[in-house]
């Protein structure tokens, strides 16, 4: 589990953190004070979470137990090699959804699974079990560049606004690496 506490006060993260130890075993733990930059996937290796190359991401309004148990199962299974929870929401669901082209301004937790290449049919199968549970994605986080992805990142009418700026400003789609989003027009 990696923890991060936004702030410098030292006491105040030992007491926000310190309920976490009483989880379960502890067989390691250490704590740092580190800039943002030492925490975050350095520029460059976008895609391949904590150096996995093969990463699911979604979006969650709750962690159900029906959630909770086939996260588990990814967890126990062996093939998936990192399992994160993150909270979203707070002040970004505070942003209408169509003032930027992030549109999920409901959803409570970003998941993320990820694993390496020989196992990624596993993690494939895994992540079909809880896809009906999600409610979104978050593109840095995936990295599976199916075109369904995009309609996931970016449900209508926000898909429909950024593929109109796309033709406008890059209608011949010289941009067209990672997540391609298509010229309105295009041919789909």
Same mark, same amino acid.
Do not use: C
């Given at each position: 589990?990696?923890?991060?506490? !936004?702030?410098? %006060? /030292?006491?105040?993260?030992?007491? $926000?953190?310190?309920?976490?130890?009483?989880?379960?075993?502890? @067989?390691?733990?250490?704590?740092?004070?580190?800039?943002?930059?030492?925490?975050?996937?350095?520029?460059?290796?976008?895609?391949?979470?904590?150096?996995?190359?093969?990463?699911?991401?979604?979006?969650?309004?709750?962690?159900?137990?029906?959630?909770?148990?086939?996260?588990?199962?990814?967890?126990?299974?062996?093939?998936?090699?990192?399992?994160?929870?993150?909270?979203?929401?707070? !002040?970004?669901? %505070? /942003?209408?959804?169509?003032?930027? $082209?992030?549109?999920?301004?409901?959803?409570?937790?970003?998941? @993320?699974?990820?694993?390496?290449?020989?196992?990624?049919?596993?993690?494939?199968?895994?992540?079909?079990?809880?896809?009906?549970?999600?409610?979104?994605?978050?593109?840095?986080?995936?990295?599976?560049?199916?075109?369904?992805?995009?309609?996931?990142?970016?449900?209508?009418?926000?898909?429909?606004?950024?593929?109109?700026?796309?033709?406008?400003?890059?209608?011949?789609?010289?941009?067209?690496?990672?997540?391609?989003?298509?010229?309105?027009? $295009?041919?789909?």
């Amino acid at each position: 589990m990696t923890l991060v506490y !936004a702030g410098d %006060d /030292v006491e105040a993260a030992q007491s $926000a953190l310190s309920p976490f130890l009483e989880i379960g075993p502890i @067989l390691d733990q250490q704590a740092q004070l580190v800039p943002y930059p030492a925490i975050v996937v350095p520029p460059g290796n976008q895609h391949r979470g904590q150096g996995l190359e093969d990463t699911r991401s979604g979006l969650l309004h709750h962690v159900t137990p029906q959630v909770a148990d086939l996260m588990d199962n990814m967890i126990h299974s062996g093939d998936v090699m990192i399992m994160q929870v993150r909270s979203v929401g707070g !002040a970004v669901n %505070d /942003v209408a959804r169509d003032t930027t $082209a992030y549109p999920h301004r409901q959803q409570n937790f970003s998941v @993320l699974a990820a694993t390496v290449p020989e196992r990624r049919p596993q993690l494939d199968k895994l992540w079909a079990e809880l896809y009906p549970h999600l409610d979104g994605l978050y593109l840095s986080f995936e990295s599976d560049t199916d075109p369904a992805r995009l309609v996931d990142a970016w449900p209508e009418p926000t898909l429909g606004r950024l593929r109109a700026i796309k033709a406008s400003y890059d209608p011949d789609n010289v941009f067209n690496r990672n997540f391609p989003i298509p010229p309105a027009g $295009a041919v789909d």
